[in-house]
């Protein structure tokens, strides 16, 4: 396998690099600079997305015809990279550019093309997925919110829950039951809903972190028409599956330089508790620690690179679950790994003097806890790899 890049790819590269340097503030990336979920975090998100919006890097994966780049699957890959190498913010509306626009190019009626993906490219409209449920997790087909067809309009009743940024959201991606006879995932449908409509409404939930990030969705009768239905009636399930593995599958070489930036920085972190604490036995087994570290991001920057070259579904699905599962569980480590390191200060958050680094390592530690379960939690992608990858049979 190859994993330097071509002659194209590396110009790519570097014009990404450049980007990156002309538009990210000064200083970013360093600890500190910025804790996610803070008001000064949201502000340089918001900035950096018109940023790439004015440079046609906002929806490079999209078809030419539909407004993107048409970039290749390296080339996202290569973007994706260089943007998590940077710690580059998350986009506000990752939801939008990465799982409602592929939908709607891909499934949407020529109407629906014309009238939502333009806001998306141009930062004017911002989109929330609604599809888990109280009881409806990793087991979505189990939903319940139903979506009632009457003439024109279908009229909606249910409860979403961990819809991340619905709060700032102008509209939902809703996966509702519109046929409740019928073996269950066969009556499920994609709705697309306004976030104004008389009967939306939402209860922020607080993270660990203590940032709010995501929240509880209700719909009372509400009412969308039926020209937001997308693809055919009953056909929701299929669209669903698309929109997951666009969300599982777009993580692989990014994690990976993500997690490449976490070890730069924990590596000076360990530099500097070392000249702080010189105990040569407590030193050799940290320094083995580092050192496996480096070598399962190695791993996972291999694995990404194969899944890049993955033609069969199954396997493609197998090595998308295979990062999430490795990428989840390795961060967490990592970061439980850095508050050890800082001993008693490790119980110090943001704001105190004696705090390591602002806070960035209780912070990022906390929110890393929900990364074995976002997209799809450990077990269920460890089941996949079983089925998909090893063609283990289903458990029941
Ligand atoms: C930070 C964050 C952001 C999120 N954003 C969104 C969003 O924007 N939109 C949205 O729709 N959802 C969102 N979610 C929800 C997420 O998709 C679900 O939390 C996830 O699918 C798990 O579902 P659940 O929480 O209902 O847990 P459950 O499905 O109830 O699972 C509970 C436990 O049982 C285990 N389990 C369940 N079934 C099996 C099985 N068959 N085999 C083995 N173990 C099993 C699970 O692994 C888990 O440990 C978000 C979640 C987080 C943490």
């Not at 009768?221 to 599956?241: C, F, K, Q, Y």
């Not at 570290?293 to 899944?307: G, V």
């Not at 699905?317 to 508050?339: P, T």
């Not at 110090?348 to 990022?364: K, M, V």
Request: proline share 5%; net charge positive; aromatic share 8%.
């Amino acid at each position: 396998m190859d994993l330097n890049d071509n002659l194209d790819e590396r110009a790519f590269r570097l014009a990404v690099r450049e980007f990156l340097d002309r538009n990210l503030p000064a200083g970013w990336g360093n600890p500190g600079y910025a804790l996610p979920g803070g008001d000064a975090y949201a502000a340089v998100a918001a900035d950096f997305q018109r940023r790439l919006s004015a440079a046609g890097l906002l929806c490079l994966s999209w078809p030419q015809k539909y407004g993107g780049a048409g970039a290749s699957t390296a080339q996202v890959a290569i973007f994706n990279e260089e943007l998590s190498r940077r710690q580059a913010p998350q986009l506000p509306n990752v939801a939008g550019v990465m799982l409602a626009g592929p939908v709607i190019y891909t499934f949407g009626s020529d109407e629906q093309k014309r009238r939502y993906l333009a806001p998306i490219r141009a930062c004017q409209e911002a989109w929330c997925q609604g599809f888990s449920e109280p009881g409806a997790g990793s087991d979505l087909a189990a939903l319940r919110t139903r979506a009632e067809l009457r003439g024109e309009r279908f009229i909606v009743n249910g409860q979403k829950v961990w819809t991340s940024f619905a709060h700032r959201a102008d509209w939902c991606m809703l996966l509702a039951r519109t046929d409740p006879s019928a073996p269950r995932h066969r009556g499920l449908s994609l709705l697309l809903v306004d976030m104004k409509s008389p009967g939306v409404e939402f209860r922020p939930l607080r993270h660990i972190t203590g940032a709010v990030e995501f929240n509880e969705l209700f719909f009372n009768d509400v009412e969308v028409p039926r020209r937001n239905l997308v693809g055919t009636i009953n056909s929701g399930w299929r669209i669903a599956m698309t929109t997951l593995m666009n969300e599982r599958g777009g993580t692989g070489m990014a994690a990976a330089a993500r997690l490449q930036s976490v070890y730069a920085i924990l590596t000076g972190l360990f530099r500097a508790i070392a000249e702080q604490n010189p105990n040569p036995a407590a030193g050799r087994i940290r320094r083995d620690q580092m050192a496996k570290f480096y070598i399962e991001i190695q791993s996972l920057r291999y694995t990404a690179r194969r899944k890049l070259m993955e033609t069969q579904d199954d396997a493609a699905a197998a090595a998308a679950s295979m990062i999430k599962v490795i990428w989840s569980e390795l961060s967490q480590r990592m970061h439980d790994f850095a508050l050890e390191l800082q001993g008693p200060a490790s119980q110090l958050i943001e704001g105190s003097a004696a705090t390591i680094q602002n806070g960035r390592w209780q912070f990022d530690f906390l929110r890393s806890r929900g990364n074995t379960i976002e997209m799809g939690t450990s077990e269920i992608h460890r089941n996949t790899i079983a089925q998909r990858g090893l063609g283990l049979p289903r458990s029941r």
